[in-house]
Structure formats: structure tokens, C-alpha cells
């Protein structure tokens, strides 16, 4: 089954809800009783039409305030695709959210409302999807019947955004425009009769067309450890497998490897998933695999192919994006999670900040709770990492502060 | 030997969250009411440490007004596993004066569940409780982390929860403190009841269609049992009908139903136009009914 996760960001004006809502709508996802509820709570707002953010703001602070505070999860599906929308708020001060968002999404929609076209929040929107490397962005240019469906705005808006592509650092993206009227289902789900002029894809049908296995990790073989199970048992008395997730690339049986960061080496013998066994697995499973050689392999340590050795370092540069109320400070001291690997990091510097548009000043040498920069790290051990750009999964790490346990920040490796 | 595996993303992702529950915490345990989707996380811990076996107990709290066929499978499958079970009871905490019975219509002892549960994390002192809660069920739950620390009253800081990057999970709590993990956050209905098709996985007989006796109320089929208020002006009809969610018998709702197979069931809920909670009575106290139980340390 396939399966497409999709970040949204936004705010309540720019129709954000009304289009998730529609989604739902349009694939028959809404069941009666949630329309009701729908319903009954727009009509005691005093609205004339569907509200359809009562779907996706899910808290009592959230549906007082009229804004998103927190991540969503919204799931629909069509007989085709499975879909869970991480939605999250667009305001500068939800920026740890957005990332959040973003993170686990393989692909994002960024809503424009037509009648004010590229803004503040468009800036930091891309700027996010970028950071994430997310490879498909939608633009949906929203709110088209307010701008008597004009071709012309349609295309003002899109060269605008060219200027934003071109600044981007990360090309490899694919975006797809698409002007849209949410509140009346057009170009969603359904083709709208009044923009003739446009030819291409429907929101829906485009997702539909993603292919899911495009962003399987074509990248070096990495697995890191989660576990060791050693059953004891009877049938299995001898059985020493390594549990864990492929996060790139894929695993064969019969492939020299190495083991981080002791180094020793050894082939793959067996790839088991539950009960049954494999000759090769892809980026994505998670198997339990058993080795040639007895070696002493723990929690933490990452199985590569010999000839694809990551870099190995004490010191990290990295973009990192403060999620913490308390900033982050150079001398400070975080637990560095990577993957399943856990290790002290020291804050050397802050050396640079990314400014997004319509920011507030930054204080020099530090990182404020949704501030973006580039820090580097001292750490307590060797890492094996890879870059973020080149390896995703094996690439980015999150920070820990370890007298509040509160994961304090999200890094990006260079 | 089989070629190249072909994962299920969601699979994969629930196996990876029960092995990080496993190495995070020192005192894991899963919360098993018997449903559908507690059955469906015991099949897939029992893949993320076979040919170990599960390496954690289940807890079931049991209200005293279950469906006597969920406690006759839950019993099966826990000897047939060869599973640790620990039942702690609303009845003892009612006995003792922990707990006030609620009385009149809606009666139920669906919250009360949750001072129990509080209770027996204390007295086994588990780091991690494990659950069945999906996001898609409710749009409380849909807020949900995947990893969802408590404090030593059980209360969920919804305003403030822990952010939850990529699939680097954060375990790490102080003492007292406790983890709800929920490793099929991402699954929808339909996607567990396809998995339980595929896995030809074995649920409790009240999951198909069969003879009830039955009351209406509000639009809600409600069963007629002894735990279950009826007024006299209620009448009793018997008529064929399925659970779509196993809660206890005093605030889960029946529907009409001729379902005899999964299929047949697959079927239904892609067509039904009410949602699975739709049949849950204890949702239906408030718009944010869910919410609030959860804040207190519900489920």
C-alpha cells in the first residue's frame, strides 16, 4: 500500500482549512457525524458556510483562539494512495512546529491566497521545505474566484515565486503550480469550469500521481542498531540478530560489511523480517538480520557497506533550529541523539543566522526558540555521519537538554 | 528464501516505535483492552522481537462490564502466546473508595478506568504504557505524539507537549514521570482492519454480526445488559448487529450489521457514513470530551 505524507503551513485567513477540509470532502473521507459536528459548530459561529478548521484544530485553546497551534494528523485516502497531511500554524512563532511538520512529510503544499500573492510566510514556508529537502511542492494559489479566475495573476504570482526558486539552494526540487478555489472545490478534486486556461493536473490528481518509491533513499546502505535479540530459547538457543531500521539504501545477503565505530567487518548472512526470510531488503524496513561472524555489536552502532564509509568526526557543523524557551548558548551542554546513537555535544559557537523575511533582530552568539543557524559542535565521541544533503536519514540529529529532557533542537548535518 | 521484502510502511514504522519503547524504557508494558487495535499491537511486537518473545506484560483494566467474549479471547490469546497478563479492576478501587460510581442514564465506568490505570502504573512503577490510540480516531488524538510524556498525575500538558522530529523518538523522563507510546498513531480504521485481514489475524466474536438484544437511544443501538441504565419506556428488540470498537458495555454502541467476515467488514466501514467514534457514547458528553479525559491520564 502506498502511502504520502504532506505537510501543510498556514494561517486561518489564507484558507488553509477550507482546503483540507475539501480534500476530505471531495474523497468522501468526512463521515456524517464529523460533518454534523462541522456543521453545527459553523452555524453557532454565525458563519454561511462549512468551517472546516473544526476538522483540523483538534484543541479547546486552538477552537477558542481560531488558530493552529500544534502539529495535526489528517488522514483520507483514495483507492489508489493512503495520505496523512501533517498540518501545522504559518506564523513565525510556530516555526519549530512547521519543522516538525515538515519532517516526517515527503511532500508540502504551500497555500497563496491570490489576492495577496507572495508574502512573509511564503518566504519561510519554501525556506523550511528547503531546509527538510522536501523534493515535491505544490503551490496552490487559493481564493482564484475572488480574482475573477485571471490568468494574469495566476502567472504574476508564479513568476514572483521563480525569484524564491532562484535563491534556493537545494534545485533538485520538482514544483508544480496550481490555481485553485477551495471554498468552491475547484481544481481539488474536481476541475473547475471557469479556469479554462489551465490544463494541468487537479491537486488530488497530481498527489495521486507522486510516486511514493521516488523517495526511497537512493543513498549509501545504512542500518543502525536499535537492539539485539538474543532469544535463549530452545529452538533459537544460538540465534544473535540485529534488529533495526534501513535507513538508506538496502541490504543483501551476502554484502561485506562494517560495523561502526569499532570497525570490524564481517558479510551479511541472514535478512529476517518476523518469520520469514529475505534475500534483500530496502531503505524504509525494519528487519532483523544476523551476521557472518560473532562480533560484539550494540545499540547505537550503524552497519554499512565496506566500501561506503561515512564521515567520522568530534566536531560538527551543522543548520540547527532552536525549539527550546531557553536559547541556546555556546559552552552549553546537549545530549546528541543520531538515529539510535546518543552522545554529549558541546555548543563551540553560533556562527551565522538564517534571517527569513520579516524576522525580528537576532542576538549575536545565540540561538532564540524558533531562530535558524549555523552552530558547531564538539562531541563527546567519534560520530559517523553523513551530510543531511546526501543522506538524510543519516544526516540530522536532535539535541537534548538534560536537566529538562525536552528535545531543545533539530540539526542538520553539512 | 524470499526475493527483495516488500515493507509496509506503516508496519515497518509501528515494529521500529515498539523496538525504541523496548531500549528506552527500563519497565514497558501494553495496554490491552481486548479490541481490535490492542490485538493488533500484540501481532506486531510479536514481530519486532521474534524469535523473542514479547518482551513485556500486558495490563488490562477491566471496568467489571466487559463483553463476556472479550474476556474469554483475551484470556485465549494470552494462553496461546504464552503472554504475562496483570488485570487491575475499577470494582476494587470502587470497594475501596478510590472510585465513585456514577449514576443515572448515561452511567458509565469509562472514566473511571483511568484513576486504576494510574493506579497500577504506580504500583509496578511502568515507565512506558503502550497503546492502541490511533489519530485518526479523534481529533483530540490527532494532536497526539508518538512518544507523550506524562507527569506523576497521569495529565497530558496538551499545550505543551515535547516536539517529535523525523522518527527520532525522545524517551527520557524523570522519575515518576511516565510515556504513553502509541505506535499505530498513523494507521486509520480501515488500515488496521486491512492489516488484521492480511495477518488473517483472530478477533472476538462481537467484531461480526450476531443476535443482541438491544435498546435505542439518541439514534445509538445500546446493549441491554444489567450494567446498562434502561428506562422502562425503552423497549427491548433483538436484532443483528456488530461492534465496530470494543469499549465496555456501557459506552460502546452497537451497529446493524450482517457482516460475517472481515471482507464483509471492510466493506461496510468504506461505505459507512458514520465514523468509528461516532458509536462511542462517551465521546458524545462534549466537543471536547476527549480532550479532557485525556488531560486527567486516560488512555
Known amino acids: ?414 | 528464501m524470499n526475493g527483495i521484502l516488500k515493507q509496509n510502511p506503516l508496519e515497518s514504522e509501528a515494529i521500529y516505535i515498539f523496538r525504541e519503547v523496548f531500549t528506552q524504557f527500563e519497565n514497558p508494558v501494553l495496554l490491552f483492552s481486548g479490541g481490535k487495535d490492542s490485538i493488533t499491537l500484540v501481532r506486531l511486537a510479536e514481530k519486532a522481537f521474534y524469535p523473542s518473545k514479547i518482551p513485556f506484560p500486558l495490563l488490562h483494566i477491566d471496568t467489571g462490564h466487559n463483553f463476556p467474549e472479550t474476556i474469554e479471547f483475551r484470556d485465549k490469546l494470552v494462553k496461546e502466546m504464552g503472554l504475562q497478563l496483570i488485570v487491575r479492576n475499577v470494582q476494587d478501587d470502587i470497594d475501596q473508595g478510590k472510585s465513585i460510581e456514577e449514576k443515572g442514564k448515561y452511567s458509565s465506568r469509562n472514566s473511571l478506568q483511568t484513576n486504576t490505570l494510574l493506579e497500577a502504573i504506580e504500583e509496578f512503577k511502568f515507565d512506558a504504557c503502550i497503546g492502541g490510540a490511533r489519530r485518526d480516531e479523534e481529533k483530540a488524538r490527532a494532536k497526539e505524539r508518538i512518544f507523550s510524556v506524562r507527569n506523576d498525575f497521569g495529565e497530558w500538558d496538551e499545550k505543551n507537549q515535547r516536539p517529535e522530529v523525523f522518527d527520532m523518538l525522545n524517551g527520557r523522563i524523570e522519575i515518576g514521570q511516565n510515556v504513553r507510546v502509541f505506535p499505530i498513531s498513523n494507521w486509520t480504521e480501515l488500515d488496521v482492519w486491512n492489516y488484521i485481514e492480511k495477518e488473517k489475524i483472530e478477533i472476538p466474536s462481537i467484531y461480526f454480526t450476531h443476535e443482541r438484544e438491544i435498546f435505542e437511544r439518541d439514534g445509538m443501538i445500546w446493549t441491554a445488559s444489567e450494567h446498562v441504565y434502561k428506562d422502562d419506556h425503552e423497549a427491548v428488540k433483538t436484532k443483528n448487529v456488530r461492534f465496530r470498537t470494543v469499549g465496555d458495555v456501557t459506552c460502546t454502541a452497537a451497529v446493524e450489521s450482517h457482516a460475517t467476515t472481515i471482507q464483509q467488514i471492510i466493506k461496510e466501514i468504506t461505505n459507512a457514513t458514520i465514523s468509528e467514534r461516532g458509536a462511542r457514547i462517551d465521546d458524545k458528553r462534549s466537543e471536547a470530551a476527549m480532550e479532557t479525559r485525556k488531560q486527567q491520564g486516560y488512555f
Open chain 1, 1 to 414: 500500500m502506498e502511502v504520502l505524507k504532506i505537510a501543510t503551513a498556514g494561517s486561518v485567513d489564507d484558507g488553509k482549512s477550507t482546503l483540507i477540509g475539501r480534500l476530505l470532502y471531495d474523497t468522501r473521507s468526512l463521515t456524517s457525524d464529523k460533518l454534523e459536528a462541522i456543521e453545527k459548530s459553523s452555524r453557532k459561529k454565525g458563519l454561511d458556510y462549512l468551517d472546516f478548521s473544526l476538522a483540523t484544530d483538534g484543541l479547546v485553546a486552538e477552537r477558542e483562539q481560531g488558530i493552529t497551534i500544534d502539529v495535526a494528523h489528517i488522514y483520507f485516502s483514495t483507492p489508489k494512495k493512503s495520505y496523512i497531511i501533517a498540518d501545522t500554524p504559518g506564523h513565525v512563532e510556530y516555526t519549530r512546529n512547521m519543522v516538525t511538520g515538515a519532517s516526517t512529510s515527503q511532500a508540502s503544499i504551500i497555500l497563496i491566497d491570490a489576492r495577496k500573492g507572495v508574502i512573509e510566510q511564503t518566504h519561510r514556508h519554501f525556506f523550511i521545505n528547503n531546509l527538510l529537502r522536501l523534493k515535491e511542492v505544490v503551490v496552490a494559489v487559493n481564493k482564484m474566484d475572488l480574482v475573477n479566475y485571471s490568468e494574469k495573476v495566476f502567472n504574476d504570482i508564479k513568476e514572483d515565486f521563480q525569484n524564491l526558486i532562484s535563491e534556493s539552494n537545494f534545485k533538485n526540487q520538482k514544483i508544480t503550480f496550481i490555481p485553485v478555489s477551495a471554498l468552491w472545490g475547484e481544481n481539488i478534486a474536481n476541475r473547475s469550469s471557469n479556469m479554462n486556461w489551465y490544463a494541468d493536473a487537479t491537486i488530488l490528481e497530481h498527489l495521486e500521481a507522486i510516486n511514493s518509491e521516488d523517495f526511497l533513499q537512493q543513498t549509501q546502505t545504512r542500518f543502525s542498531v536499535q537492539t539485539v535479540i538474543r532469544p535463549k530459547t530452545e529452538a533459537h538457543r544460538d540465534f544473535r540478530g540485529y534488529a533495526g531500521k534501513i535507513t538508506g539504501g538496502s541490504l543483501k545477503v551476502g554484502d561485506a560489511i562494517t560495523v561502526l565505530p569499532s570497525l570490524t567487518t564481517s558479510k551479511i548472512k541472514e535478512i529476517f523480517f518476523f518469520d520469514e526470510q529475505y534475500e534483500e531488503a530496502l531503505a524504509g524496513s525494519s528487519v532483523n538480520i544476523t551476521l557472518e561472524d560473532d562480533i560484539n555489536i550494540t545499540r547505537g552502532d550503524v552497519i554499512v557497506r565496506c566500501n561506503e564509509l561515512p564521515q567520522a568526526s568530534k566536531y560538527l557543523k551543522a543548520t540547527l533550529c532552536w525549539m527550546d524557551v531557553k536559547s541556546l548558548v555556546p559552552g552549553a551542554k546537549y545530549l546528541l541523539q543520531h538515529n539510535t546513537n546518543r552522545l554529549l555535544a558541546k555548543v563551540e559557537k553560533v556562527e551565522s543566522h538564517k534571517v527569513i523575511k520579516g524576522e525580528s533582530a537576532q542576538t549575536e552568539n545565540q540561538l532564540q526558540l524558533n531562530q535558524i543557524g549555523k552552530v558547531s559542535l564538539k562531541l563527546s565521541k567519534q560520530l559517523f555521519s553523513d551530510s543531511y544533503e546526501h543522506n538524510p536519514e543519516n544526516g540530522r540529529f536532535i539535541l537534548i537538554d538534560t536537566a529538562t529532557n525536552t528535545t531543545a533542537g533539530v540539526g542538520f548535518i553539512e
